[in-house]
């Protein structure tokens, strides 16, 4: 049985070819292991191996992990990933240093005001749904990214730093077009925000694809820690 450390590196190296067939650089593709449903445990395996951003996707799940971990290991970089009612952003904004799934401009606007002063402003992306699908949150068109930025963009607490997005499971062409098509949205955005240097994109099973088009942090999970048991839903 491979080991946390053995899977880690595993990934680093798939994301290393993927971006050598591109003529890519490795060092400009951050790899966030996906840490939810996972035990503190498992977090210091991965870190012991040099891993140092870690995603979440639950509030409660990932304010506890932080806050057991940020005085011993203060070098670890939390990002949020998941779906953020207005009534939970305060955690995200207290404690957590990005956050990738901003899609309207209420939850940027209370993300602003609950993030503290002495903290640097909070790391944000525009989620974007790609795929139309109508389970999956999401700004769906250009003009309503090119909107929610200039909302962000007078946040003084947020810098905006690029887009996200979760892809259909379709495979092939069909992946293929929406990676690009994100890979084009980001372009349009830098037009006007050149500091949007982030397509948060790709994971365990299609991350060669999305590397191809441009991704440049992958949220990398069950192929680090294994499948999953999931919790009950965040309280």
């Not at 996906?34 to 979440?56: H, L, N, W």
């Not at 990676?179 to 925000?193: E, K, P, T, V």
Request: some cysteine; hydrophobic content about 40%; proline content about 5%.
């Amino acid at each position: 049985m491979t080991t946390i450390a053995e899977r880690l590196a595993c990934a680093q190296s798939r994301i290393a070819q993927a971006a050598g067939k591109c003529s890519r650089q490795a060092d400009d593709i951050t790899l966030l292991a996906v840490s939810k449903t996972k035990p503190v445990s498992d977090i210091m395996a991965a870190y012991d191996a040099g891993q140092r951003c870690f995603g979440e996707n639950y509030v409660q799940e990932g304010q506890q992990k932080i806050l057991e971990l940020q005085q011993s290991h203060p070098d670890i970089q939390w990002h949020f990933i998941g779906p953020l009612q207005s009534n939970k952003s305060r955690p995200v904004a207290e404690l957590f240093h990005w956050m990738h799934t901003i899609d309207r401009s209420k939850i940027a606007q209370r993300l602003n005001a609950q993030r503290p002063l002495q903290l640097p402003p909070l790391q944000v992306c525009i989620q974007v749904n790609v795929s139309g699908e109508a389970s999956k949150s999401g700004v769906s068109s250009e003009q309503e990214m090119l909107s929610l930025a200039r909302d962000i963009s007078q946040l003084p607490h947020l810098t905006l730093r690029g887009l996200m997005t979760i892809p259909s499971a379709e495979e092939g062409e069909p992946l293929r077009r929406q990676f690009q098509l994100m890979q084009q949205l980001l372009a349009r955005l830098q037009q006007d925000y050149p500091q949007a240097d982030t397509l948060s994109m790709g994971m365990s099973h299609d991350l060669e694809q999305a590397v191809a088009c441009g991704a440049t942090l992958v949220r990398i999970g069950s192929a680090i820690f294994g499948a999953r048991d999931y919790p009950q839903k965040d309280a």
